[in-house]
């Protein structure tokens, strides 16, 4: 969240960088959001000039299989068949209908 700010801001990264191929791509979107960051050579140095605009863009992005799927099992089955995702409110019925439902069955007696 620098580029907004007033002043330029320095980032070091200390220790190893195991995800350069990640952060590259990252800042390959965020040049396309319009802004300018300077980076290193082994992307462990960044500049970042302050007073920039984040420009709206339209992304087209590729398949997260192991995100898609994190996502996907913290709904509640009944959802899948929506468009977009649930909302917190929902997540957060679901959960809770899980934890009452989890409750009264621990509390019932072995038959």
């Given at each position: 969240?620098?580029?907004?700010?007033?002043?330029?801001?320095?980032?070091?990264v200390?220790h190893?960088?195991?995800?350069?191929?990640?952060?590259?791509?990252?800042?390959?979107?965020?040049?396309?959001?319009?802004i300018?960051?300077?980076?290193?050579?082994?992307?462990?140095?960044?500049?970042?000039?302050?007073?920039?605009?984040?420009?709206?863009?339209?992304?087209?992005?590729?398949?997260?299989?192991?995100?898609?799927?994190?996502?996907?099992?913290?709904?509640?089955?009944?959802?899948?068949?929506?468009?977009?995702?649930?909302?917190?409110r929902?997540?957060?019925?679901?959960?809770?209908?899980?934890?009452?439902?989890?409750?009264?069955?621990?509390?019932?007696?072995?038959?």
């Open positions: 969240m620098t580029p907004p700010l007033d002043e330029d801001s320095e980032i070091t200390l190893d960088l195991k995800s350069k191929i990640i952060v590259g791509q990252t800042l390959e979107v965020i040049a396309q959001a319009g300018h960051i300077e980076a290193s050579d082994d992307l462990m140095f960044y500049k970042i000039p302050g007073r920039q605009r984040y420009q709206p863009q339209k992304y087209v992005v590729q398949g997260d299989y192991p995100g898609s799927a994190a996502i996907l099992a913290s709904c509640r089955g009944d959802e899948f068949g929506r468009e977009g995702a649930p909302s917190g929902e997540q957060q019925a679901g959960r809770a209908g899980r934890s009452r439902r989890a409750s009264r069955h621990e509390r019932e007696p072995d038959a």
